[in-house]
């Protein structure tokens, strides 16, 4: 069983940038697509970024397109996600998932299609 660990996040000013990194362990990695999902005060988790097993096609959420930035290292076991251009309603706690199946080619799709999850990580930007 694959156990994911999200670190990076922290309080950052509107127009700040951070790194989240999403290290795994224990699991399958280079073989899964790879994603991130955020859950805001009060709302339901939502899709932030996915990247295909190989790194080499990304799908974004409309509502960070052109400013965030999901990268993966599959020597390191690691994904992550780079956030530029910060904005409040970009508060939240940030999560990593792994795709339940291997070699999948479809990037946009459910969370219930991501098997395992890590714990997450607080985001919060101030205006």
């Known amino acids: 069983q694959v156990q994911l660990v999200e670190s990076g996040g922290g309080s950052v000013q509107a127009g700040g940038s951070l790194r989240l990194s999403c290290a795994a362990s224990?699991?399958?990695?280079?073989?899964?697509?790879m994603g991130w999902f955020r859950q805001a005060p009060g709302k339901e988790r939502e899709f932030v970024a996915t990247?295909?097993?190989?790194?080499?096609?990304?799908y974004y959420s409309d509502s960070v397109k052109g400013r965030f930035t999901i990268s993966r290292d599959n020597a390191k076991k690691t994904v992550y996600l780079q956030m530029n251009s910060l904005k409040p309603e970009d508060t939240a706690v940030y999560y990593c998932?792994?795709?339940?199946?291997?070699?999948?080619?479809?990037?946009?799709?459910?969370?219930?299609?991501?098997?395992?999850w890590g714990q997450g990580t607080q985001v919060t930007v101030s205006s």
């Open positions: 998932a792994r795709d339940s199946s291997s070699y999948s080619n479809r990037l946009a799709k459910p969370e219930g299609f991501f098997g395992s």
């Open positions: 224990g699991g399958g990695f280079s073989t899964y697509i």
């Open positions: 990247i295909s097993w190989n790194g080499g096609s990304t």
